[in-house]
């Protein structure tokens, strides 16, 4: 396969075709198929899917800890399968478990991944109190990170992989397991990232997360992309609001009723509801009333919602990302 042309140079991450096999006795499993992604430079990109979806196989293939099984990626300019070693001078890599020593400082810490990254003795320590001082760890710093929140560890985890200030900052779940308020205080971290000019790629399971924080993010089921683009973009696709409608008789009969209806966009019948799309879910409501009233149907339950990247997951796999995340 022909390597991304120069045209896409501006790019921070450029994939072709990446894909990755795990290889075992009971026979092959595609992990990640034929993933086409573009990064741009200085902004929040993030994957979202549930547990099993390729998200991390990807993440770890992008920061040479796992080799490709095929296509073609680069990364900050420089080509992945040819260069691992100059990607690596590149990036910085956060994964879901965090790799500090419970019983060394967290300054410690960091001034070792300086001395890893060859930072002169003098830099390391400046660097080190710089990263203390930027993730507000000043009250722990001196403590044995055994003895720190899982707040606390994210956020030196975060610092261990900025020690080297890399262009490119990838971080595994960074909010898995985190209180709200440890939460909220790691997205406002990452925005101070993007804002700084680092370019920050995440994977999560969190709608919310990948809502709010990313500037465009990719949906991935089972190894491949299903879908790209903003949060709001994404959701737009939906085309307005949604009516969710129980109802005790025959769904398929009721479905039958509506779907025809002027105000009704698309209707289907989803996880044991009607589920209606519709321009404006005020104003359908009341004729929607008016017709199941006619026709005798009895309901259950009624809502109103406007579209989440939940909806935007069950209308590109025909499941909820809670119910796969289950």
């Given at each position: 396969m022909n390597a991304p042309s120069s045209s896409t140079a501006g790019?921070?991450?450029?994939?072709?075709?990446?894909?990755?096999?795990?290889?075992?006795?009971?026979?092959?499993?595609?992990?990640?198929?034929?993933v086409n992604l573009r990064v741009e430079r200085g902004e929040i990109f993030g994957f979202l899917g549930p547990n099993g979806a390729g998200k991390t196989t990807t993440l770890r293939m992008l920061a040479t800890l796992l080799p490709p099984t095929g296509g073609e990626a680069r990364i900050a300019g420089v080509d992945l399968?040819?260069?691992?070693?100059?990607?690596?001078?590149?990036?910085?890599?956060?994964?879901?478990?965090?790799?500090?020593?419970?019983?060394?400082?967290?300054?410690?810490?960091?001034?070792?991944?300086?001395?890893?990254?060859?930072?002169?003795?003098?830099?390391?320590?400046?660097?080190?109190?710089?990263?203390?001082?930027?993730?507000?760890?000043?009250?722990?710093?001196?403590r044995a990170t055994g003895t720190y929140s899982g707040g606390q560890k994210r956020r030196l985890d975060i610092g261990l992989g900025l020690v080297h200030e890399p262009e490119l900052l990838f971080l595994d779940e960074p909010t898995t397991g985190l209180d709200p308020q440890s939460r909220a205080r790691m997205w406002d971290e990452v925005r101070r990232l993007r804002d700084g000019g680092t370019t920050v790629f995440l994977t999560t399971h969190y709608m919310e997360e990948a809502d709010v924080l990313c500037d465009r993010l990719a949906i991935i089921d089972h190894g491949r992309i299903?879908?790209?683009?903003?949060?709001?973009?994404?959701?737009?696709?939906?085309?307005?609001?949604?009516?969710t409608v129980g109802v005790a008789g025959d769904q398929e009969a009721t479905l039958a009723l509506v779907r025809d209806q002027p105000f009704v966009r698309e209707a289907a019948v989803e996880e044991g509801a009607i589920r209606l799309y519709v321009e404006r879910g005020e104003e359908a409501m009341p004729a929607l009333l008016r017709v199941l009233?006619?026709?005798?149907?009895?309901?259950?339950?009624?809502?109103?919602?406007?579209?989440?990247?939940?909806?935007?997951?069950?209308?590109?796999t025909g499941r909820s990302l809670r119910e796969a995340q289950g």
């Open positions: 790019a921070m991450i450029e994939t072709q075709g990446l894909r990755h096999v795990f290889r075992s006795r009971r026979g092959d499993v595609e992990a990640v198929a034929d399968r040819r260069d691992p070693a100059r990607v690596r001078e590149r990036i910085g890599y956060v994964g879901q478990e965090g790799g500090s020593d419970p019983s060394v400082t967290g300054r410690g810490e960091l001034v070792f991944q300086g001395g890893l990254h060859g930072l002169p003795k003098a830099e390391r320590a400046r660097r080190a109190q710089e990263l203390i001082e930027r993730l507000a760890l000043e009250e722990c710093a001196d299903v879908v790209e683009g903003t949060p709001e973009d994404l959701k737009r696709q939906i085309a307005g609001d949604i009516v009233d006619a026709a005798h149907v009895s309901i259950t339950t009624l809502s109103l919602a406007r579209p989440s990247l939940d909806d935007v997951f069950l209308r590109q």
